[in-house]
């Protein structure tokens, strides 16, 4: 039996498309099911929208397409942790419901850890993870006010995170991390990763924004100093304090 990817009588218009060679810029036409092309200059394409989804799975892989290039795959990672980190948001937003607010405070918090991320470095699924759902496990209820006391909380709160993580895949060590990042900032205890740094200053800005500016200058300027230790985390919370 034919591969039903490879076999053409499945195929549409746009599983044969035209690239641009980035050496001589020359057109490069590829069908979907080829992994690289040589350009008339001799430099050597990958295919730019090959799909190895079925690599994963299928016995044959290696007979179909051979050993599959170390950028296809790295581009192939990235993509699947950034559906992953996705669908962490979709879960917050269904855990939350209608509190819209709590939604919108975490979307801003995952706005600004995205923002630090790019310049300093860390490990976008944890920080982007626990960004979306440091809010989670306050209130299991879904209401405003909360009876049990704040030990009891803090130690029970991690649990609904854990439960969306472990519902989603996640490594383990992605969650235990996440979770303990999580914990760490509700309780201000210091967390000396860069990870938890990146969350803390993300959440700080996120207050920021929201009206929580000090309205001393001296007081701004510390609190500065003393919160934002990554240069993008200090230039973001100068703009918006307009020091």
């Not at 993580?165 to 914990?183: F, S, T, W, Y």
């Not at 967390?191 to 500016?213: P, S, V």
């Amino acid at each position: 039996m034919k591969c039903p990817g490879q076999d053409m009588r499945y195929w549409k218009p746009g599983d044969i498309f035209e690239t641009q060679c980035p050496k001589c810029d020359r057109k490069v036409e590829f069908f979907k099911d080829e992994v690289r092309r040589k350009c008339r200059c001799d430099h050597e394409i990958v295919n730019p929208k090959l799909d190895f989804g079925c690599a994963a799975w299928c016995p044959y892989a290696e007979q179909c397409i051979g050993i599959v290039p170390e950028e296809l795959r790295a581009r192939q990672q990235a993509e699947e942790k950034n559906l992953l980190r996705e669908r962490i948001s979709l879960e917050m937003k269904k855990y939350f419901g209608t509190h819209f607010e709590q939604v919108r405070h975490a979307l801003k918090v995952a706005r600004y850890a995205e923002k630090i991320l790019r310049m300093e470095g860390g490990n976008p699924l944890v920080v982007i993870g626990a960004a979306y759902l440091h809010g989670v496990g306050f209130d299991e209820a879904g209401k405003e006010d909360w009876t049990a006391p704040r030990e009891t909380r803090e130690k029970e709160d991690p649990v609904a995170v854990k439960e969306i993580l472990d519902g989603l895949n996640v490594d383990k060590e992605a969650v235990e991390e996440i979770c303990q990042i999580i914990v760490h900032q509700r309780q201000s205890r210091p967390d000396k990763t860069l990870n938890a740094q990146i969350l803390c200053e993300a959440e700080w800005l996120a207050n920021l924004e929201e009206g929580g500016n000090p309205k001393n200058l001296e007081k701004a300027k510390r609190l500065i100093g003393e919160v934002f230790k990554t240069k993008t985390g200090r230039q973001l919370a100068e703009v918006l304090h307009v020091i």
